[in-house]
């Protein structure tokens, strides 16, 4: 090639799509929130399954003291276990989300970074701890227990996903409403607290009166607890959950919760 010659032309680089961008955002975002909250504490997740598996072993032993069986099988830390577990990454998700803004105010100076980044980077990291830390007690349950499970996959993941959506429900919401009334938060908390109770890990839907039955079906976490036990008792069917009515539920909020987000972004971010 002479010096007259025009130089040949350079392969031209596309640009990064929006979806692609805000894709490796969210991965460093969750990463960070790992080593934060995992990678500097001793122990790190190994705290997040002895603190479940600290529950379902004194409800175990304490109620292995009034009662000789549990409601299903002969195994009390299984029977705990398939319903706290699906109750705790309720409650580990929601709370891990509502706090998403607020301890990260300050990556929410670089222009890529979005309210809703920060939320979504939370729930997926703590869904994941949470699921991890489930698979493992009840897994270890099952193979020690002794009982006969039939495992029904289908129930079990539908159990998850629908807890999973309704921690993001509540906590994309409560990102906002926390930001704003400290009240609401302590509020929130009070509670949320009887849920623990009411959410079927210590008996069974049908166990109790049919005027009970009939409040007690508005919680979701009741739906999202019988689905987890149908899921590993294959004698139990409950009849009366409807996956339409807790999605329905969950969906609401997450739909305010990403509104607000959007609007109030300026006023959130001047708290």
């Given at each position: 090639m002479t010096l007259s010659d025009p130089a040949p032309p350079q392969p031209t680089q596309r640009p990064e799509s929006r979806l692609a961008m805000q894709g490796r955002v969210l991965f460093?975002?969750?990463m960070r929130e790992m080593a934060t909250r995992y990678g500097r504490s001793s122990g790190g997740y190994v705290w997040a399954i002895l603190d479940?598996?600290?529950?379902?072993?004194?409800?175990?032993?304490?109620?292995?003291?009034?009662?000789?069986?549990p409601p299903l099988g002969h195994s009390f830390p299984l029977f705990f276990a398939t319903g706290y577990m699906a109750f705790h990454i309720y409650r580990d998700v929601s709370d891990q989300v509502s706090n998403s803004i607020q301890v990260n105010?300050?990556?929410?100076?670089?222009?890529?970074?979005?309210?809703?980044?920060?939320?979504?980077?939370?729930?997926?990291?703590?869904?994941?701890t949470a699921t991890l830390a489930a698979t493992l007690i009840i897994g270890a349950l099952v193979f020690w227990s002794g009982d006969t499970v039939a495992?029904?996959?289908?129930?079990?993941?539908?159990?998850?996903?629908?807890?999973?959506?309704l921690?993001?429900?509540v906590g994309a919401l409560n990102c906002v409403l926390f930001a704003y009334s400290q009240t609401w938060k302590r509020a929130f908390s009070l509670l949320n607290r009887p849920l623990f109770?009411?959410?079927?890990?210590f008996m069974l839907?049908?166990?109790v009166p049919a005027g009970a039955q009939a409040v007690l079906w508005w919680n979701p976490l009741v739906h999202v607890t019988a689905l987890m036990r149908a899921g590993f008792y294959p004698t139990y069917e409950p009849t009366f959950v409807s996956p339409v009515y807790v999605m329905l539920f969950a969906l609401a909020p997450l739909a305010l919760g990403v509104l607000l987000l959007r609007v109030l972004k300026a006023r959130m971010l001047d708290q």
């Open positions: 460093a975002l969750v479940p598996a600290a529950t379902i072993a004194l409800l175990s032993f304490v109620f292995s003291q009034i009662a000789r069986t105010v300050a990556l929410l100076s670089f222009p890529r970074v979005t309210l809703l980044d920060t939320v979504l980077a939370r729930f997926i990291l703590q869904v994941m495992l029904d996959f289908g129930a079990i993941l539908l159990s998850v996903g629908l807890a999973a959506l921690a993001l429900g109770i009411i959410s079927g890990i839907y049908e166990a």
